[in-house]
């Protein structure tokens, strides 16, 4: 099975959307039902090019009664029930529609409630990050998939950002690479020092991390670094390799910590969506990384309870393969695993190109293809994606 996200703008509006869907070769539509804000091209649309999506909604009717202290923020720029238009507009053409529902990555619940953010080792906050370490948090998102699952009535959930997210972010403007800071730098910022993630760490944690990413030693780690008008060398910022090697004997705790909280969140949300609709299947958005966050949840021993486990496949695509490879190891007898793989920039317009990565990730283990991104690739991409598609067949 191959399925092919989409955000409901890009149906909404466009009656030739269906179609174009099915005569690209899958049988299921990923529809956004609860997504954050981005800035979108609408190639196709009839009415617009761009949109601008200001801040993260949900694209069913908010109903008051089903929400508690966190309630989700009502579109303006799309139908409030844009979702249902759009999904009985793919259905009419003969497609499948899933719930692709967004988690954690939140900016406007973010931004109105503080205190439940991540916050890294110095304090500094995230706020398009919720931290699932609170109850308030677990509860929302348990609700939001609940509501989807009544409402939206999908044939399937497909759940991302089940976990924390973390330091990487593509935030406005952003303007952190000037730092040189380390994948493992990265890390060690994504650790959450919130009021409720900070107790659960051993207590050097803190000033461990801090150190490491300041490059000092614990005892001196709040005390500023002296600054020279020479230049530096560049060599004794590299910093530990691994977020092992900068935590030593705190590793094994901390990265226990942080799998909990994905954990927890994973199965308390399985557990209401199985209790709403026990038959509608699962995907789940994941990474076999214990240190990962972001999108694709930490899952370093698995989640029987899922029907697929997907993985992210934007980068160098061996690498990708040993990520798939290794989820499906962790994967159960029967359960799937899908490669979510990109249609977009840097990815070559090349069917060829296209069609070889898909089977490199086919021969790692991946049986069905998530494409990223239906309505954001331009013609000679949507066309090359429905080429390579049909050639690996």
């Not at 092919?4 to 956004?32: E, F, I, K, M």
């Not at 303007?175 to 659960?200: E, H, Q, V």
């Not at 697929?308 to 798939?324: E, H």
């Not at 070559?348 to 998530?370: C, I, M, N, W």
Request: proline share 10%.
């Amino acid at each position: 099975m191959n399925v092919a996200y989409l955000y409901p703008w890009d149906v909404v509006g466009d009656p030739s959307a269906p179609g174009r869907l099915a005569d690209l070769g899958v049988r299921t539509v990923a529809l956004a039902a609860s997504y954050h804000s981005t800035r979108a091209a609408t190639p196709y649309h009839p009415a617009h090019r761009v949109l601008d999506v200001s801040y993260p909604a949900l694209y069913l009717p908010v109903r008051p009664s089903s929400w508690s202290r966190l309630v989700p923020a009502t579109p303006t720029w799309t139908p409030a029930d844009a979702y249902l238009q759009a999904r009985d507009a793919l259905k009419a053409a003969g497609l499948q529609v899933h719930a692709w529902t967004v988690l954690t990555h939140n900016s406007h619940l973010g931004a109105t409630h503080p205190d439940l953010v991540v916050r890294n080792a110095f304090g500094d906050p995230y706020p398009y990050a919720l931290c699932p370490a609170h109850e308030d948090v677990i509860e929302y998102c348990e609700r939001l998939v609940r509501e989807i699952l009544e409402v939206a009535e999908p044939d399937g959930l497909i759940l991302e950002a089940c976990g924390p997210m973390g330091f990487g972010h593509q935030s406005i403007h952003e303007k952190t690479s000037g730092a040189d800071w380390t994948s493992t730098d990265s890390d060690l910022l994504s650790l959450c020092f919130c009021t409720s993630c900070a107790p659960r760490y051993p207590e050097p944690t803190r000033a461990t991390v801090r150190a490491a990413i300041d490059r000092t030693s614990p005892s001196n780690a709040t005390t500023p670094k002296p600054t020279s008008h020479t230049p530096a060398d560049t060599s004794s910022f590299n910093g530990p390799a691994t977020p092992e090697e900068a935590l030593g004997q705190l590793a094994d705790e901390v990265r226990a910590v942080r799998v909990a909280l994905s954990t927890t969140l994973r199965q308390r949300l399985i557990a209401a969506a199985r209790s709403t609709a026990a038959d509608v299947p699962i995907t789940l958005h994941a990474n076999p990384d214990p240190w990962a966050t972001g999108a694709f949840a930490p899952l370093p021993s698995g989640e029987p309870d899922a029907d697929v486990l997907v993985a992210n496949c934007w980068g160098d695509p061996a690498t990708d393969a040993t990520r798939l490879a290794r989820l499906k190891e962790l994967a159960t007898p029967g359960q799937r695993v899908g490669a979510y793989v990109l249609a977009l920039p840097p990815r070559p317009a090349d069917p060829e190109v296209l069609a070889d990565q898909l089977r490199t990730y086919a021969k790692a283990g991946a049986s069905e293809f998530h494409l990223y991104h239906a309505g954001l690739a331009s013609p000679p991409r949507l066309a090359a994606l429905a080429r390579a598609l049909r050639l690996h067949t």
